[in-house]
């Protein structure tokens, strides 16, 4: 079990600060702010996050410094989520992350740089949350449960870790029963196959279907090739049906007439239908491709 959380004294960053906010949430130990020991080091007991020259999660050591530029983009956050099991889950859903460890690694500039925005748009970014969490906690040299920013720092970590956990398991629920359709639609050169995910009803995923359909496309890298998802509706027995990412070929509107469509939103973005036919809800989609 770990009793203490160590990190580096000094100026805090997202990275440890996130950091230290899992590992409260897991192991409710204190936190110390302070330059570690070699016993520190050696004791597994003892968390030692962000400093340290040392990545050896057996003995709850999660520096990243030491790596190499060659190394791919990584902070402490990433070390600990790895660690928990939790960090391809992280990857793959929390758009937050990557340019976290781009920024902590390779600082701003290069951030700005590999996100394709200007330097000034990294700034324009930061919020007064981050700042004053960021500041209060680099006033600190300990926190211990109960104190008021402790609290508040395992809120963070306690909602980052139940986010990935409850992902993860939905995830293993939507593999098991998602289908994949290829539908083929009007072009401008003729027709061209396009994707569907599709959720049936009989899947158990009936809380926040097309939000665990979204996390598996992406999960599942497929975000290039996708463009509608069609799941459960959750206020009847029939579909929702949406398109993904706002492809700019779907418009729902389009179906707004059918006999078993219920519901389409004035944008086009989603539909609701009464339809539970596999056929007619590829039809359903099919119809309201824009074509080419």
């Not at 410094?65 to 859903?93: I, M, N, Q, W």
């Not at 995830?171 to 639609?185: C, G, N, Q, Y």
């Not at 050169?189 to 809380?207: A, C, K, M, N």
């Not at 779907?250 to 989603?270: C, I, K, N, Q, Y």
Request: aromatic letters at 8%.
């Amino acid at each position: 079990m770990i009793h203490t959380i160590l990190t580096h004294p000094g100026g805090a960053h997202k990275d440890d600060f996130l950091a230290v906010c899992v590992l409260a949430a897991e192991h409710a130990a204190p936190i110390v702010r302070r330059e570690p020991t070699d016993a520190d080091l050696d004791d597994p007991g003892v968390a030692v996050v962000d400093v340290g020259g040392r990545h050896e999660p057996a003995r709850a050591n999660f520096d990243h410094h030491h790596f190499d530029r060659a190394h791919p983009p990584t902070c402490a956050l990433s070390l600990v989520l790895d660690h928990l099991g939790l960090y391809a889950e992280a990857k793959a859903l929390c758009d937050w992350l990557e340019p976290a460890e781009h920024f902590d690694s390779r600082g701003p500039k290069k951030t700005a740089e590999w996100l394709g925005v200007p330097r000034r748009a990294i700034a324009q970014l930061h919020s007064p949350i981050d700042v004053t969490f960021l500041r209060r906690f680099a006033a600190t040299t300990t926190l211990a449960p109960g104190e008021t920013l402790y609290e508040a720092m395992r809120f963070v970590g306690e909602d980052l870790l139940d986010y990935l956990r409850t992902a993860r398991s939905r995830l293993a629920e939507v593999r098991t029963h998602v289908e994949r359709w290829t539908l083929s639609v009007p072009s401008a050169t003729g027709t061209e196959d396009v994707q569907v995910v599709f959720l049936p009803r009989d899947s158990g995923v009936l809380d926040e279907p097309s939000s665990a359909l979204a996390s598996y496309v992406r999960a599942e890298k497929l975000t290039d090739v996708v463009v509608a998802l069609v799941y459960p509706d959750r206020r009847g027995e029939g579909y929702g049906m949406s398109r993904y990412e706002d492809h700019p070929a779907l418009d729902f509107t389009r179906v707004a007439a059918e006999p078993d469509v219920h519901f389409a939103h004035a944008s086009g973005f989603v539909c609701k239908t009464n339809a539970t036919d596999e056929a007619r809800l590829r039809e359903l989609v099919t119809l309201a491709w824009k074509r080419g």
